[in-house]
């Protein structure tokens, strides 16, 4: 097809890898030079994303190879890493038809509602030396209301094996929004921290994103970035590994001795125990050796009662954009080699945000050059635009989000549209900060503030843009362009006889204790690991707590989050419209209108949901590609590896 190419398209064509290579040199060093809006195409710097090669000339199909290899990345400051990236080809055998050599993050997919998309995938994972278990893989195209077969998880399909595995997803995208792709198969979580995902973004198919760009009430295509913040542990030199974080990052979380405690938390995936005293293997064994430097290191450990957090670099689009002093409210100066993106006072600027991040939420927060705050405004994300942008944040009729109005909180695997107005005050540099957050209700993550964009003022734009809370978007096009309400709901689960599973309507997320450790769950049902349950082999999965129900229903359901901490729930094949928030003694938050699969539910908090299962066709063109088996989890990944995942069968 001919792709939608807002500004941070990278032309789509076939290049020689030498050229790629140079090209990419080039555009770094360009980064360097602080003019990035001048860089071509590179697929290796924080303000832009490779493209995929589309080979189908029909207009209305996106046919590529996507590749899943092992490759070496320099993610900035001079840090090589020996990562996993996808890379996009018009023929696997000769890298001269790829569009780069292989990337975090991997080629962007840029569509329209109605668009087919036709993938092949080809799993190269095989130089690592791991057993060939721990290097299957496969492709789940998270959001998206694929058929049942194309979905990628192991209730669909087999894991695809290494060393040239290869399936074929076929589906046709029909709902706009940000969305993204990334393997779901054993070890999924090693492999996204490792460095595969890649974008997908769906414009719709009536002209109104297009009427909105035109008449300047959002930002213009070149005015608009994507951006994947994600994180990343790379370990040193054997011995030489961090214990903690740099003393020197600054820090907002509140509490004054968090690098104490994150030293001794229980949980901390420092780099040192994660590449020195107790590396991993893919398959969650503890190896004898450490790692070297310049590897990755697996983070799915045995059990809870192993470590999980965050990464400890902070990447933008595969690259740390470097660091700057100070604290959001009083930033300091950029260290030496810092990416800055040019931008002018007065403009609009439109940040589509993806976040793969296997554990950290992006609490994100704007900066002028002396600290002065920027709301970024919400015009939409996981469903396509909103019917009024909105300032999000704050406290909002009793409900306290736990972040900063104006702000945008990005869990794990959530995407978010944004647009900041420049300030026609702005000079110097603003910078975009990702934030502690209290992911845990009665504490902080105890990880560093630190940049992921910086935006260099460089003059005064012509025309000077606005937006604010309440700007309308689709309701400028009157009621048949608007999100729609689905109607309060009606059908029940249902369970045929001799089925596992219950037709209770809320799902609950559970911690229980199992020989003193946590042990998360859906409905405080176990689950074997995908280390050691037969995945492949049969059923993977107790039913106990897997939901029935027949296609075209339309039900009404909730999450309870009985658990301390956030959990961001996730439903493969169907967008839900969120309803309400609620927690027992505290105000129920109603959610703006709009179409999600990834609800970040706060500690103790139940949420309500409306969904309606509609069909779409199979690959082959018959009715009922939404039957099947549907997962549904906690999208932090570890969690969902320990056991809070169960599935919605569909009938
Ligand atoms: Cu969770």
Request: some cysteine; proline content about 6%.
């Amino acid at each position: 097809m001919a792709q939608i190419c807002p500004g941070n398209c990278a032309k789509v064509v076939a290049v020689n890898t030498w050229k790629t290579y140079l090209v990419g040199v080039l555009g770094l060093l360009l980064c360097v030079s602080g003019n990035e809006l001048a860089q071509a195409t590179t697929g290796v710097g924080p303000y832009t994303v490779p493209q995929v090669v589309d080979i189908n000339p029909d207009p209305s199909i996106v046919e590529t190879y996507i590749v899943a290899d092992e490759a070496t990345v320099n993610i900035g400051n001079g840090v090589t890493a020996h990562a996993m990236t996808f890379k996009s080809c018009g023929n696997p055998a000769d890298s001269s038809t790829c569009s780069t050599t292989g990337t975090i993050p991997g080629p962007e997919f840029r569509l329209k509602v109605g668009d087919r998309v036709i993938v092949h995938f080809v799993n190269n994972l095989n130089k690592s030396g791991l057993t060939p278990e721990a290097n299957v893989s496969g492709i789940h195209w998270h959001g998206i209301e694929v058929n049942n077969q194309s979905d990628g998880t192991e209730l669909t399909q087999s894991a695809v094996d290494p060393k040239g595995g290869t399936f074929n997803y076929d589906f046709t995208v029909s709902r706009p929004g940000i969305f993204w792709y990334h393997p779901h198969h054993h070890s999924s979580t090693n492999q996204v921290a490792k460095g595969l995902y890649g974008s997908i973004v769906v414009e719709d198919n009536h002209g109104y994103e297009e009427s909105l760009r035109t008449s300047v009430v959002i930002p213009s295509a070149a005015q608009t970035k994507t951006l994947v913040l994600s994180d990343i542990t790379v370990c040193g030199k054997p011995g030489t590994n961090p214990a903690t974080f740099d003393s020197v990052l600054p820090h907002v979380s509140g509490i004054q001795a968090w690098q104490i405690n994150y030293q001794n938390h229980p949980l901390t995936q420092s780099p040192r125990i994660l590449c020195d005293t107790d590396p991993l293997d893919a398959n969650g064994v503890y190896l004898k050796q450490p790692y070297a430097k310049g590897v990755v290191p697996n983070i799915q450990s045995p059990s809870l009662t192993g470590r999980m957090s965050e990464g400890f670099t902070v990447l933008t689009n595969g690259v740390n954009v470097g660091a700057r002093a100070g604290t959001p409210a009083a930033p300091g100066a950029l260290a030496a080699g810092a990416s800055t993106l040019d931008v002018q006072a007065g403009q609009g600027l439109r940040l589509q945000i993806i976040n793969p991040s296997p554990v950290r939420h992006m609490r994100l927060r704007l900066t002028t050059d002396i600290g002065g705050q920027i709301d970024l405004v919400r015009i939409g994300g996981q469903g396509g635009l909103l019917n009024e942008a909105v300032v999000e944040g704050g406290v909002v009729a009793g409900f306290d989000f736990n972040y900063g109005k104006g702000e945008i909180l990005v869990p794990p695997a959530g995407r978010a549209d944004v647009v900041a107005v420049i300030p026609t005050t702005a000079t110097g540099v603003l910078t975009l900060w990702t934030e502690d957050f209290q992911r845990v209700e009665a504490t902080y993550s105890w990880i560093p503030t630190v940049p992921v964009m910086h935006l260099k003022v460089n003059g005064i734009a012509g025309a000077l843009y606005s937006i604010s809370n309440g700007t309308a978007l689709l309701a400028s096009f009157g009621a048949q362009a608007m999100v729609k309400a689905l109607d309060p709901a009606v059908d029940d689960l249902v369970l045929g006889s001799g089925e596992a599973g219950s037709t209770n309507k809320d799902i609950q997320l559970t911690f229980f204790t199992k020989g003193g450790a946590f042990e998360a769950s859906i409905d405080g049902v176990p689950m074997p690991r995908d280390f050691t349950g037969g995945f492949g082999t049969g059923n993977p999965f107790y039913l106990e707590s897997a939901r029935h129900a027949n296609l075209a229903n339309a039900m009404e359901l909730t999450v309870t989050n009985a658990t301390g901490a956030h959990h961001p729930f996730h439903l493969h094949g169907f967008s839900i419209q969120p309803i309400s928030l609620s927690k027992a003694g505290t105000t129920e938050y109603t959610f703006p209108l709009e179409f999600l699969d990834i609800v970040d539910v706060p500690a103790n908090n139940t949420l309500k949901f409306r969904v309606s299962l509609d069909d779409r066709k199979k690959v082959d063109g018959s009715v009922g590609g939404g039957q099947g088996r549907w997962l549904f989890h906690c999208h932090i990944l570890p969690h969902a590896t320990f056991g809070m995942m169960s599935e919605l069968h569909v009938h």
